[in-house]
């Protein structure tokens, strides 16, 4: 009977060893933050060198960069994705280089996206280089006083599940009581 309750609850860990971590979905949006060095943004993302400006943005308030500026996002948690964000490029000139710790970056430029257009939402969804990673980083790229607009961006962070580690050593022990509380009772 003892080694039957053990194979279940060997089982039962497997599973939940087995099960993938969970992702938490959200949405940075860069209302009512401060400019400044070291900005918590939520969902444990951190941003480094954030300049915020209202105007031209999304919503209320959104991230700015300026002709060779840049801000970098990171994660106190571990690796992150982003799956989009909103953008829009001030001026003929302006240039978006965005960079993610994967050694790789995708440039927006005015030719393919357009200026003061009232922004575009891009989608990074499937694109390997911005999921999974430990920072990302945003820099005005542009050779000739460029301005852009960064708002919006959609974000998967992990969620960690219980640590089936503990959680089946704790099966174990139990298993292990309930065999001495069998033993002493007889």
Not at 71 to 91: C, M
Not at 157 to 183: D, E, M, Q, W
Request: glycine fraction near 10%.
């Amino acid at each position: 009977m003892m080694i039957n309750k053990i194979k279940k609850l060997a089982a039962v860990s497997t599973l939940i060893l087995a099960m993938p971590i969970a992702a938490h979905a959200a949405t940075v949006d860069f209302d009512g933050l401060s400019s400044g060095l070291a900005v918590a943004l939520g969902n444990d993302l951190v941003a480094d060198d954030l300049r915020i400006v209202t105007g031209n943005c999304a919503n209320l308030e959104c991230m700015a960069l300026n002709m060779n500026e840049g801000t970098e996002i990171t994660s106190l948690t571990g690796p992150f994705t982003i799956e989009s964000f909103w953008f829009q490029l001030l001026g003929s000139k302006s240039e978006l280089t965005v960079t993610s710790s994967k050694s790789g970056s995708e440039t927006f430029t005015v030719a393919d996206y357009g200026s003061n257009n009232g922004g575009q939402t891009f989608s990074l969804v499937g694109n390997a280089l911005f999921q999974d990673i430990d920072w990302i980083f945003f820099e005005d790229t542009s050779s000739n006083a460029g301005n852009i607009r960064i708002d919006d961006l959609e974000v998967l962070t992990p969620v960690p599940l219980p640590a089936g580690g503990l959680l089946l050593l704790s099966g174990f022990a139990i298993a292990a009581g309930y065999k001495r509380r069998n033993k002493a009772s007889a």
